[in-house]
């Protein structure tokens, strides 16, 4: 091979790698370039031969990004701004510099061309299963996969990205106050709103009951400004219902990516602790997350929780541990809640209230709900006379595909669907009532039932109880624990109780924790109770026992878990006059 073939083959090789080549001499200030260069500045277009014409070419805000001080070996991204219509590209470069006596003399780099993240952004055609059924916005599983995708893709193009969360202060009320054929339309329409006030290229997808999120890929310096201006958006213009339109208020959260190394999971951590304290601070206003010593501790411990759930559920480590349900005037356990906990790294027993809000931040709230039901119909399987019920999350709940998968896993376990209930809180229930109401018309086809889970906790509406078919009402326990010296909540569990039965619903109190507070139940004729009084949730099936010990005396044993070291042991005793589950 001769001296002057040379360039010629390693051009060729450029060339065929797809790389653009360029050669600058700092000194002499000229630069030449090798390679299909043609793709990147035009046909008939010369390339840049000095740095001047090369920075006009560079998008003004990555100019620190080219010419900065290059240690010897560098790698680099950054946007070129191309003639003839401005249009943006974007380039990796990797490159060396060369120094003498100190001083850079000449770079040489090879530049690529990649396709533009923007594009990636570009809303791909959605199944009917990445949407949410009643906006038709992307649903929350979409916008972490988006997410993931942006974070995929350049650093620098992720760094200056940006995402929010937006809620609708008070849903709760608003429900109540229009009624939630009414809040359907409101939130379809503060969903177009949404949309239409986002710039292009933005994903806006509905993450939650009343939650968006909104994705600004590329578009970070935007965030303020945009969630200024949906504040004022629905400050001044009240939301078209199919009633009358109605004046809302929004609390939004933000997380910029500068400078940030984070993963989907903290991003969404991040922008709900935001729009956390933008609630706390009076809801109707944006704040921006900023990080604290206390934060990062949170957000480790929240990222801890959620891979050990992901590796549990792969592992098949998640437990149930089962609480009785007993009938008031009896006795008798009617049956056991299923209630999830798993272990974490150090061996303790986390109870579900530490890990389900984690599980529902990371998306895994549908996965997770699924498995809990296949352990739920298994143990129903091993015991013919068992019957459970368990808890599904309002995200679970809202999920077109559910009611199906409920079908297909019971048509496979005809003997178990009798004994099923599944409880859905009420907050849940009402935030999309057309899925509610396909759950419960799937599951008493097939002879389960469902619970309506924390009733009274929030706002209650009892309109929803008329639409909504359900079969038992569970009282929430904050209104039953500290009930005995509180005459106004006698009065509203008396009323709460005459209300469901009213509507044919059996009612169940729960945190039943004295005899004192059973009596007064027993009294009032609640159906049902459930608290510590009763059994504490535990893993082991105490329904065996029951079977040992014959028909008179069951002995619930409850490992709570281990604190400090000690384990909580709690042992009560039943008379049971009938051993039935
Ligand atoms: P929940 O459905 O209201 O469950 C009852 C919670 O109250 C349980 O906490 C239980 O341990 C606790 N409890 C029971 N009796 C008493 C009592 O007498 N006094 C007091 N102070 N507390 C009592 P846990 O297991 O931590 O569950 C918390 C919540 O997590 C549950 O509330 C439920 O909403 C959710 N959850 C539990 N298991 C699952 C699950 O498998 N899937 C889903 N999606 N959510 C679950
Ligand atoms: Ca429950
Ligand atoms: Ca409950």
Redesign the pocket.
């Known amino acids: 091979m001769t001296q002057e073939n040379q360039p010629s083959s390693l051009a060729d090789i450029v060339t065929a790698s797809g790389h653009i080549a360029y050669d600058w001499d700092l000194v002499a200030d000229t630069i030449t370039w090798q390679g299909p260069w043609q793709d990147l500045f035009g046909n008939g277009c010369e390339p840049p031969h000095d740095a001047q014409t090369f920075a006009s070419l560079i998008y003004p805000d990555d100019h620190h990004l080219v010419f900065t001080e290059s240690p010897v070996s560098f790698d680099r991204e950054y946007r070129l701004r191309l003639p003839p219509d401005g249009h943006l590209m974007w380039i990796t470069e990797h490159g060396v510099t060369s120094y003498r006596d100190g001083h850079a003399v000449r770079q040489q780099g090879l530049l690529r061309i990649v396709d533009s993240p923007e594009n990636n952004i570009r809303l791909p055609l959605f199944s009917s299963q990445d949407l949410d059924s009643l906006t038709g916005l992307p649903n929350r599983a979409t916008m972490l996969a988006q997410m993931d995708q942006v974070l995929r893709g350049l650093k620098h193009f992720k760094q200056i990205s940006a995402y929010l969360t937006v809620s609708i202060d008070k849903m709760a009320f608003v429900n109540e106050a229009i009624g939630m054929k009414a809040a359907d339309t409101l939130l379809l329409n503060v969903a177009e709103r949404l949309t239409t006030l986002v710039p292009p290229r933005t994903l806006v997808a509905r993450v939650g009951g009343d939650v968006f999120g909104i994705l600004l890929p590329g578009q970070g310096q935007v965030a303020q400004g945009l969630a200024e201006s949906i504040l004022n958006s629905f400050r001044n213009t009240p939301v078209e219902t199919s009633a009358s339109p109605y004046h809302i208020s929004v609390s939004i959260g933000g997380v910029r990516l500068v400078g940030q190394n984070l993963n989907t999971a903290e991003i969404m951590i991040r922008a709900e602790q935001a729009l956390h304290e933008a609630r706390s601070n009076g809801r109707n206003q944006y704040i921006e997350y900023r990080e604290s010593a206390a934060r990062i501790r949170e957000t480790r411990e929240r990222l801890n929780i959620g891979e050990r759930i992901k590796q549990a559920l792969k592992r098949n480590e998640i437990h149930l541990?089962f609480?009785p349900v007993t009938d008031t005037e009896t006795g008798a356990i009617l049956f056991y809640?299923?209630?999830?906990r798993v272990f974490d790294d150090d061996g303790q027993m986390m109870?579900?209230?530490?890990f389900?809000p984690i599980?529902e931040q990371h998306g895994l709230?549908p996965e997770?709900?699924r498995h809990?039901l296949d352990l739920a119909v298994h143990e129903m399987e091993k015991y013919d006379e068992l019957h459970l019920a368990?808890?599904?999350?309002g995200l679970?709940a809202s999920e077109a595909a559910w009611p199906q998968h409920i079908q297909q896993v019971l048509k496979q376990h005809p003997h178990v669907a009798r004994r099923l209930i599944v409880?859905i809180?009420e907050t849940a229930a009402i935030i999309n009532v057309e899925e509610t109401q396909r759950l419960i018309q799937t599951l008493e086809s097939l002879g389960g039932k469902v619970a309506l889970?924390?009733f009274g906790a929030g706002s209650t509406s009892i309109r929803h109880l008329r639409t909504l078919k359900l079969a038992i009402m569970k009282i929430d326990?904050e209104l039953i624990?500290n009930l005995t010296n509180n005459k106004e909540q006698q009065h509203l569990v008396r009323m709460l109780n005459s209300i469901a039965h009213g509507f044919n619903l059996k009612t169940i109190a729960?945190?039943?924790?004295t005899e004192e507070l059973a009596q007064w139940l027993r009294q009032e004729k609640i159906d049902m109770m459930?608290?510590?009084?009763f059994g504490?949730?535990s893993l082991d099936r105490p329904w065996l026992e029951m079977k040992n010990n014959g028909a008179t005396e069951i002995r619930l044993e409850t490992i709570l878990g281990e604190q400090n070291g000690v384990t909580e042991v709690r042992v009560a005793s039943l008379i049971q006059p009938q051993a039935s589950a």
Request: proline content about 3%; cysteine-free; glycine content about 6%.
């Open positions: 541990a609480q809640e299923a209630l999830a109870a579900a209230d530490k389900i599980v709230a997770f709900d809990i368990v808890n599904i999350s679970t409880e809180t889970d924390d326990r624990v729960e945190g039943v924790e459930q608290g510590y009084y504490r949730p």
